[in-house]
């Protein structure tokens, strides 16, 4: 077990284990090493060590000493020359060369050459080495030392192999398996059996009636595709935990069939501690933005953030699991209070406890209630959990063996979306946004001379200290036109934004929110329709124009040009993310919006022109009602809901019956909804 507790430092690898960097390259040259470099030699130095009350002589060797020695040179010669015989001698001198005097970058060179070293032997020795004694001639090193170090040192580099391949794996498969199934969707399946397909296994809450709808207010209930997903990521990561272990003996490292047990618990913990690195990466690339499995796959940003926070809690746990059994090992081996004061110890504290820490303050009660707080904290937090995984790499293994690979992966995706949102701010530049009050209830943001579709983050930075504060709107126009609306006045204002828009499409229209006849030409620019609540909002009311900053565009709509009739279900200003569809849509599209007021049905009567509309004010539509009707035509129907939590559900829950139960029915489902 003392291996386990020794910092080691040496020269920097290239990839991984396994893969671009080899722990003990020839094995058998390690091996001999390896049993010799544990002896004292005349060139040892000596000091006196205090253990409790008694004192104790121990040596230390110097990288100058084992290149200078030449009992150990010529016993380290002659024990490669006596295993070594299937390596060739380049590669022995090479090993020779390199690592007599240790792993560092910078030591001192053996003083001859393998060859020459053994060509100095004039007879072969007949003594061996005996443990505990000193190393002054040329010894044999025995079969058993020799065996019980190949062991060791082969099979350790087997595990960090394998924790390695199985850390790729979650990786690629976690990152493969969304394209795979996106890519589903261009085979060309009758559209009764995707219908039925959806109706059971995809579209339907895992259980109960609710999706968006919180249940207790604390946690989303997944549909049950997004379950099967995080069911395969539960289990592959158990899998991956419990999987490919083995012991071996004689084991210089584990000299007892009794050490059996803690030598399978170290590749355990080491095994945890590859794999949270592992999930550190996928952890940041659903989380971000600029994801380019977003792009790659027809998963919207929600079912990967949830996916995130899955992922999260899983290498949360493992981290733990590394920290928790590493501290018992410590604590058994009586090295605890010296290997805590360490700096990768430290470090490696850090970063697990920021991670423990993230958990519950990212419940869905605090992202809901302190939502810019929590974004801030959470960027923090994650910064301290690179930061503390990468030095506790740099601070225990240097970079010899690539496990810090891990956390620049995991770098790169953060910063590659970061980058790309300072480039679409970038693009854009610093814009005015003109607040108009439609009515008590909505008011409408215009944005000139910015282009775009789909929805946009709008950060005010005049409004509030946090300038990076930022919120997701859909996009209701991308022209503008003057409107005969009088702009808002001051006045205190109610609750803070609706927050809209997933997934919206490329689609480009050609209209605007109002056309009057007096109207001047129209302009290129992004509206936008927020309702008023606490927040935000209030503060917008206050104004009637200020600078703004707009991060666009994202979120290209599904192609529902297959599907000859559309029916959109809206709810308030979810209206915005149905507007490019309706526009886009070839054959009929169909509207049934429900609102507080009249004021924002007015307001948008004249880009709803040629879309049949029912709209339902103040009260409550029959969704069921809504739907029975309009899928008993058997026609192909595509369904688009967006709106409040409770009607996005209500709208999944039927359209899911009806595909179970009704015979032939041919329908598809888009939701367009913002995830916390």
């Known amino acids: 077990m003392l291996v386990l507790s020794m910092v080691s430092s040496g020269r920097d690898g290239h990839g991984l284990v396994g893969y671009g960097i080899s722990m003990y390259k020839p094995l058998c040259a390690y091996t001999c090493r390896d049993v010799l470099s544990g002896s004292t030699l005349d060139c040892s130095e000596h000091m006196h060590m205090s253990h409790g009350m008694d004192m104790e002589m121990e040596s230390s060797t110097s990288p100058e000493c084992f290149a200078t020695d030449d009992a150990f040179l010529s016993s380290l010669a002659y024990c490669m020359s006596t295993h070594c015989h299937n390596v060739a001698v380049g590669e022995l001198e090479k090993y020779w060369t390199m690592n007599v005097a240790g792993r560092a970058l910078d030591q001192p060179l053996p003083k001859a050459t393998y060859q020459q070293t053994l060509a100095n032997i004039t007879s072969a020795p007949k003594a061996s080495l005996i443990k505990s004694e000193d190393l002054n001639r040329t010894l044999i090193v025995s079969e058993e030392d020799y065996q019980s170090s190949f062991n060791a040192q082969g099979l350790f580099e087997k595990m960090e192999r394998r924790h390695e391949t199985y850390g790729i794996v979650l990786v690629v498969s976690g990152s493969a398996i969304p394209i795979a199934f996106s890519l589903l969707r261009l085979i060309p399946f009758p559209t009764s059996y995707v219908t039925r397909f959806n109706a059971w296994i995809v ?17 989303h209930v997944p549909t049950r595709g997004q379950a099967l997903f995080i069911f395969y990521l539960v289990a592959i990561n158990i899998i991956l935990s419990a999987a490919g272990f083995s012991s071996v003996q004689p084991n210089s490292w584990y000299p007892s069939a009794a050490g059996s047990d803690g030598e399978i618990v170290s590749y355990l913990t080491n095994r945890f501690g590859v794999l949270s690195f592992a999930n550190l990466v996928l952890l940041f690339l659903y989380a971000g933005r600029n994801n380019v499995l977003l792009w790659l796959t027809n998963w919207s940003h929600g079912t990967f953030l949830l996916m995130h926070r899955w992922v999260a809690w899983i290498a949360t746990l493992q981290a733990v699991l590394h920290s928790a059994i590493y ?39 605090v992202r809901a209630r302190m939502y810019e707080l929590f974004l801030a904290w959470h960027a923090l937090l994650s910064i301290f959990v690179l930061a503390g995984c990468y030095w506790h790499i740099l601070a ?60 946009a983050y709008l950060y005010f930075p005049t409004l509030t200290w946090r300038v990076w504060e930022n919120h997701p709107f859909s996009v209701a126009s991308t022209v503008l036109a003057p409107s005969n609306t009088r702009p808002s006045k001051p006045r205190d204002g109610g609750p803070d934004e609706e927050k809209l828009g997933s997934s919206t499409d490329g689609s480009s229209d050609s209209g605007s929110l109002e056309r009057r006849h007096h109207q001047t030409s129209a302009k290129i620019g992004l509206t936008f329709l927020l309702r008023t609540r606490s927040g935000l909002t209030k503060q917008l009311r206050q104004h009637v124009t200020l600078p703004v900053l707009v991060e666009s565009a994202y979120g290209p709509h599904e192609d529902l040009s297959g599907y000859p009739v ?42 709803l022109r040629g879309v049949e509309v029912e709209t339902y004010v103040g009260g409550r539509m029959s969704i069921p009602e809504v739907l029975h009707k309009e899928l008993g035509q058997g026609v192909k129907t595509a369904v688009l809901v967006s709106g409040p939590s409770e009607m996005a559900d209500e709208v999944r829950c039927v359209i899911s019956a009806l595909g179970r139960q009704k015979e032939g029915i041919e329908v598809k489902l888009v939701e367009e909804a913002f995830s916390w």
């Open 566 to 607: 559309l029916v959109c279900i809206a709810g308030g200003v979810g209206i915005t993310a149905c507007l490019p569809y309706l526009r886009a849509h070839p054959g009929v599209a169909k509207l049934f919006w429900g609102a507080r007021g009249q004021g924002i049905i007015d307001a948008m009567a004249p880009a």
């Open 396 to 455: 225990r293994f240097s970079r010899q063996w690539g496990y810090e690979n891990w956390i620049y992966a995991a770098i790169a995706v953060w910063a590659f979306d970061r980058a790309m949102r300072l480039l679409r701010l970038a693009r854009n530049g610093i814009k005015t946004a003109q607040v108009t009050m439609i009515d008590d209830d909505y008011i409408r943001v215009n944005i000139e001379d910015v282009s775009g579709s789909g929805h």
């Open 327 to 365: 501290l018992q090992i410590y604590l058994h081996n009586g090295t605890h209070a010296s290997e805590s004061k360490l700096p990768y110890w430290i470090w490696g504290i850090v970063a697990t406890l920021c991670m423990s820490i993230l958990l519950p303050s990212s419940i869905l009660p």
């Open 203 to 219: 579209d339907p809450p895992a259980f109960g009636s609710r999706h968006k709808t919180p249940v207790a207010g604390l946690f």
